[in-house]
């Protein structure tokens, strides 16, 4: 069975400093990988996504992540956060089954950042 | 404007009465879900949908129901609530495997159920 894995249920950064969100993911097949941010009060919206090609995935608000294999990892960095990336972010990895699209989510992340 | 809609947005119901949240999508996707989101487990499929008449179970579907009479509308009935089904609800909507890649979903607002 496919999972994902988010170590970090908070992180806590300052304003204008580096960001680091850690996802790992468990698969016996190939799967495709997704970050989602949900804001407050909000649904879940598209990050970002590693379907194939380049490993190293890019969002319009200066998100990046990299899809590593041989890690299994597909973790969220951004090198200087602001007040408004606080939310809660979510890895997720999706997967061919019976013909269908299967997709399983990690528990979340919330970024808080301080002023 | 493209979305998923939700409604009610917040309810608040007694241990065994029966209630439906509703879901509809204006674009045109085949491939609808419902999640439940709790403190610390982060989101749970319950349903989902790959077409008019096709759903089937996701991880957590003990003690709801769906139905998938129209393309575009994808409701979630708790015959019988009871407080452990006290979550966040969202649906959420893809094209599905026709778009010809695994494709992002798109979610509604939420629906804030307390079960008392």
């Known amino acids: 069975a496919q999972s994902v894995t988010q170590l970090d249920s908070q992180v806590p950064v300052f304003e204008e400093a580096p960001v680091e969100l850690r996802c790992n993911y468990s698969?016996?097949?190939?799967?495709?990988l997704f970050w989602y941010v949900q804001y407050p009060n909000q649904g879940l919206q598209l990050l970002l996504k590693?379907?194939?090609?380049?490993?190293l995935v890019e969002s319009i608000n200066g998100f990046e992540a990299e899809f590593n294999k041989s890690q299994t990892s597909f973790h969220l960095r951004k090198p200087s956060v602001h007040i408004s990336d606080t939310a809660e972010y979510f890895c997720?990895?999706?997967?061919?089954?019976?013909?269908?699209?299967?997709?399983?989510f990690g528990t979340g992340t919330k970024l808080q950042v301080i002023p | 404007e493209a979305q998923v809609t939700q409604n009610p947005r917040y309810l608040i119901t007694v241990t065994g009465k029966k209630l439906t949240v509703t879901c509809s999508q204006n674009?045109?996707?085949?491939?609808m879900s419902w999640y439940r989101q709790d403190p610390g487990l982060g989101l749970r499929q319950i349903y989902y949908?790959?077409?008019?008449?096709?759903?089937d179970k996701g991880d957590v579907p003990e003690g709801y129901k769906v139905s998938r009479k129209e393309k575009r509308n994808f409701p979630l009935i708790l015959e019988s609530p009871s407080p452990n089904q006290t979550s966040l609800y969202f649906c959420?909507?893809?094209?599905?495997?026709?778009?010809?890649?695994?494709?992002?979903?798109?979610f509604g607002p939420g629906t804030r159920l307390t079960v008392l």
């Open positions: 698969s016996s097949v190939s799967v495709y």
């Open positions: 674009m045109n996707h085949e491939y």
């Open positions: 949908s790959m077409n008019v008449e096709v759903t």
């Open positions: 997720a990895v999706s997967w061919p089954s019976g013909g269908y699209q299967k997709v399983t």
């Open positions: 959420a909507s893809s094209i599905g495997l026709a778009g010809g890649a695994y494709n992002e979903q798109f």
């Open positions: 590693y379907l194939s090609g380049s490993t």
